[in-house]
């Protein structure tokens, strides 16, 4: 297939049985894991883009509208649900004290709430998601300065340069 083009290809009939067998033998009307995703759930970013300095696209949650459907016969259906709960987006509470931002980009960002401020783990791959996730905590928790942001995993933003590195949102 030509990777240049937007073409697709319909699904094989075996392709269709496998996909077939897996709706019919995995618990796809257990929803638990819906309710567990937007469990705290505080606020979302309306609408869900977020745009650099420039006015090109960072990031673009809602381009994601189409998994609102049912799995075409070309994706397996536990991916096509797995990709629903992977855009659930927005501030949610995981305990008091403790928040997250999720689906502004590939990351998760948590913010602990302390004392003198906040303590930010992930703060995501760009700097305009970054500064959308804490305006929207912000608008929410209020104004309290980043005492220390860290990374427990490997981002991008580890081996860019400095100047790509750098977080407005830390004050």
Known sequence: MNMTTNTSRPATDAVIAQHRQLTETLPFADEQDFED????FIAALSPAVVKAAD???????????F?????????NPSLWRQSKLNIIQGLFEVVPGIYQIRGLDLSVMTVIEGERGVIVVDPLISSETAAAAMGLYREH???????????????AARSAPDSARRRPWVR
């Open 141 to 155: 928790r209020g104004d309290r300065p980043v005492t220390a942001p860290r990374s427990s995993e490997a981002h």
């Open 67 to 75: 998994l609102d459907g049912e799995a075409p016969d070309t994706v």
């Open 37 to 40: 995703a937007h469990r705290g």
């Open 55 to 65: 006015g090109r696209v960072a990031w673009d949650n809602d381009s994601y509208a």
